[in-house]
């Protein structure tokens, strides 16, 4: 005698219902495929400077940063906003950028010129301003004039940009700008005593005045309402260099 044996078949909605499922594990495959072959707008960038510090693929950038697959999305795209401190300390760590290296290169300054954000750099001129020291000390008085706008004059990139860069670690509520403050506090010791004066702070909204601000438009007319980007210097009367501004601020600040 032989034990009947009973076979369950699966029913045609099961196997429509796995259908489905593996159909939009499959979608959701090639959209993540299709993502990583798009060009977005910093690969060239990207890829330049992973090519130097020899990371061979989004993945092991993505690895290496510590960053979310949605993350790195938004660090190709430009959206370094979107990054918390600490993911912008791993990204700039695992690129081999300092912070503000990392900001300038994203184009968060919005500037023309390169802003010095090297420390090694920054301890040279503090070195050099050392030395000017000393030389104004051996002269006398009628050079001493002279000697103190030559440093500027040398300086002169330094201390235009360096209050934007610490304004912008102002404006990210989770930044600290103890750091940057401290790197530049000889600096502005050395104006005080020197009595260069500030044009403006950064983001500051004024009229325009041709003869202390240089526009970043030529259609900026006397009195328009403007935003400093860069702060000018002067001594007394005399205008140093103009402060920068500009009708926009940079993208991402809001002034409240």
């Known amino acids: 005698m032989f034990t009947s044996l009973s076979v369950t078949v699966p029913s045609f909605t099961t196997f429509l219902a796995l259908g489905g499922f593996f159909f939009i594990l499959l979608y959701f495959y090639a959209a993540s495929k299709k993502t990583d072959v798009v060009h977005l ?20 950038l993505q690895q290496k940063a510590g960053l979310s697959y949605l993350r790195l999305q938004h660090v190709r795209q430009g959206e370094i906003g979107r990054l918390k401190l600490n993911q912008l300390q791993r990204l700039a760590a695992a690129l081999n950028w300092d912070i503000l290296e990392l900001l300038q290169n994203f184009d968060i300054f919005s500037s023309g010129e390169q802003i010095i954000t090297q420390k090694s750099k920054i301890e040279e001129l503090e070195k050099e ?12 008085a009628e050079n001493t004039a002279d000697l103190r706008y030559l440093t500027f004059q040398q300086l002169q990139t330094l201390l235009t940009n360096y ?20 790197l530049f506090s000889s600096l502005d010791n050395l104006l005080e005593t020197w ?17 202390i601000h240089q526009a970043d438009a030529s259609d900026i007319k006397e009195g328009e309402l403007v935003y400093i980007r860069f702060v000018g210097y002067r001594q007394g009367d005399r205008l140093l260099c103009p402060a920068k501004v500009s009708r926009t601020l940079p993208p991402g600040i809001e002034i409240i």
Do not use: C, F
């Open 195 to 211: 009595g260069y004066e500030r044009i403006g702070s950064v983001w500051e909204k004024v009229s325009y005045d041709p003869q």
């Open 41 to 60: 707008p910093y690969d060239n960038l990207l890829h330049s400077r992973m090519a130097e510090v020899g990371i061979m693929n989004w993945k092991a």
């Open 163 to 182: 209050p934007t860069a610490r304004q912008m670690a102002l404006a990210k509520s989770d930044w600290s700008a103890k750091n940057i403050t401290a």
């Open 129 to 140: 301003i050392a030395r000017l020291r000393a030389r104004l000390q051996q002269q006398g």
